[in-house]
């Protein structure tokens, strides 16, 4: 018996695994070795590829593609939008699946609208990156980084607040 709800639209792949609680709404596909947490929120139009993984209480915002490659720990929150990569110089006409880079962000990071993240890099743990960042080096935890490239303004702490 499944303990997660999926909406009649979305598609889940014989072999996914998906954790109890976990909620995947409209227009969702996750591929057959996806591993998905528990309790869990996965909004409209999410993809959630082969070999990408997302711990637990993590809550993804509508059309956001994890790739192969990215790993999200727990209590992430990634907002609507965000752009993962997983190649750093792809090409139409040259397959270059072996050369995925891994990407993590750690325990408790969250992610603004629209950020773009370059495959590569760590996120530190409850690291924010503001709406719109492209991310193109690691960010340490507690660090806030904005603009683009994102450079980091200040830090923060488990609560998302300024430390002074």
């Known amino acids: 018996m499944e303990n997660y709800f999926v909406h009649e639209s979305s598609v889940i792949d014989e072999g996914a695994v998906i954790g109890e609680g976990t909620k995947i709404w409209h227009f969702c596909h996750v591929m057959p070795k996806a591993v ?3 309790n869990c929120n996965i909004g409209q139009n999410v993809f959630v590829d082969n070999n990408a993984a997302i711990g637990n209480r993590v809550k993804i915002q509508n059309n956001v593609s994890i790739y192969n490659g990215v790993e999200l720990e727990d209590d992430v929150f990634v907002g609507p939008s965000v752009v993962f990569t997983n190649v750093i110089n792809p090409r139409s006409f040259i397959e270059r699946k072996d050369q995925f880079k891994k990407t993590l962000v750690r325990k ?22 503001g709406a719109g960042a492209v ?5 340490p935890d507690f660090a806030i980084a904005v603009g683009n490239p994102a450079k980091i303004t200040g830090y923060t702490n488990e609560e998302g607040t300024l430390n002074s």
């Open 36 to 38: 998905i947490g528990d």
């Open 135 to 139: 991310v193109t080096k690691d960010i």
């Open 108 to 129: 408790g990071a969250s992610i603004g609208a629209n950020a773009t993240i370059v495959c590569g890099v760590e996120i530190g743990a409850y690291a924010l990156i």
